[in-house]
Each structure stands twice: as C-alpha cells, then as structure tokens.
C-alpha cells in the first residue's frame, strides 16, 4: 500500500541519530519537508544534510528539548516560518539506568524533563495551528519498558508510561479537530543506545529469550509504523498505543 503524503511538514526530535534518524529520512522519502532537532547541531546537521543529499527537504534545528523556554522559543520562530507544522514525531529520549535506591534525583529529573515533559511543551506549542487547520499527526516513541515495567528503568519506564497516557489523552481532546494522537513502542532495537547489550553475547541472548521473534528489531521497523501513523491512510486511528517489540508485549 502507498502512503499518501500532501504538502506536509514534520518535526522530529531526537533526529541525529538511531530511531529518530531512521523516521527523518522515512518522511522525507514520502515527499515531507523535515525538521531535525536534536540538541547536538553537528549530529541533526548531518541528518538533514543527508536527507538532501537523497533529494529530500529538510532542516537542521539544535534544541535541548528538556529546556521548556527553548522549546517555546524555537516553536515561534518555526511557525513564523511555516504556518502549521503538520506532523509532530515526538521521539528523543535519553537513560540514566539504576535501581531505585541508588537512583540521584538528577538522574530522575534529566530523564522525565527530556523523554516526558519535552513532549508537553513541543504539542503545547505546536498542536493549535493543527487543530485550526483541522489536520493533524502527533505520533510519541515510547516504549515496551512503559507497559511491561523494566527493573534499573524506574525513570525511563515512568517517562515512558506518562507518555502513553499523554497519547490517550490528547487523543479525546483533539479529536474534535481531525487531529490524530498515536504512540510507538519499541521493543528491543539495534541502535548506539542499545549497542552495549545487543553486542554481548551472554545479555543478548538473556533478552532474546523474552522476545518471541528471536531477534532483535531494526530502527526501520519503528520507521515503517511511525510513517503509516503520520499518513492521510491513519485518519481513523487515534489513542492507540503500537508496541513494535517481537511480541514481547503481547
């Protein structure tokens, strides 16, 4: 089936590299205009410039999406430039793994503020121009550590079930507008954030056990979900939460 794709634009955090990178250039392929960001200039840079080089459109934005007033601020300056931003990929996110007893506040703080709140200011700030255009795709990357639980993960697996209840939410208050709110969750993906485990013989194979496809998942394959929920063939998908996991979740 082709997706259709007419005239949008989509921002997508966390861009620079691994899951988001992989859903940058999967827009771009389908014709989006994309916004990179991500708080490393050199590292959505080279996204962007990349996307190009394939004959896409795209553009770099470096912003610490935990910083609320940077969010705001860049938010006014994209909408001075495009009317609506179409489509909102909510995907950055960091870890800061522990148990809990010997888990800093800093280290609870950094990751609620960058893989939770950064998605409240990002759709506070942009989601009202969707909703006056009556069009809308806000798509958040979460993951199976929200549903399932993860032990070491409190902060991660809290930030990432908040998600999913911000896609049910914004889900009922935007449907009136034709807006639609879906979430992604990711199972267990090769990228740089997972390199340590996927590369040890002994851990991967300990995961791989409650992974029911043996195998470990590609960031194309959250690409591939994410594009189909931000296409004009997903008007009438919204609160649903898409675990992308080998069947771990099931």
């Not at 960001?37 to 190009?52: E, F, L, N, Q, R």
Request: a neutral charge; hydrophobic letters at 45%.
């Amino acid at each position: 089936m082709s997706l259709t794709f007419t005239n949008r634009t989509a921002l997508v955090t966390g861009a620079g590299r691994g899951i988001g990178k992989a859903i940058a250039e999967s827009l771009a392929k389908h014709g989006v205009t994309v916004i990179c960001v991500s708080k490393s200039a050199d590292s959505c840079g080279a996204t962007a410039a990349s996307i190009v080089a394939a004959g896409g459109k795209a553009k770099a934005l470096a912003v610490d999406v935990a910083d609320g007033a940077a969010v705001a601020k860049a938010a006014e300056e994209l909408l001075k430039e495009y009317p609506v931003i179409d489509i909102l990929v909510n995907n950055a996110g960091i870890t800061r793994d522990g148990l809990l007893f010997r888990m800093s506040e800093a280290d609870w703080n950094d990751v609620i503020s960058t893989n939770l709140s950064s998605c409240f200011h990002w759709t506070k700030h942009l989601a009202r121009p969707m909703t006056r255009a009556r069009w809308g795709r806000i798509v958040n990357i979460t993951s199976v550590s929200g549903i399932m639980g993860n032990a070491g993960q409190a902060n991660y697996s809290a930030a990432k079930a908040g998600m999913i209840g911000l896609t049910k939410t914004l889900a009922r208050e935007f449907a009136g507008r034709s807006v639609t709110v879906n979430a992604v969750a990711p199972g267990f993906i090769k990228t740089d954030m997972t390199t340590d485990f996927v590369n040890n013989p002994e851990v991967s194979s300990k995961i791989l056990e409650a992974v029911p496809l043996k195998r470990f998942g590609e960031a194309a394959d959250i690409a591939a979900a994410t594009v189909f929920l931000c296409s004009e063939e997903a008007g009438y998908v919204t609160g649903q939460v898409f675990a992308v996991d080998g069947g771990m979740a099931m």
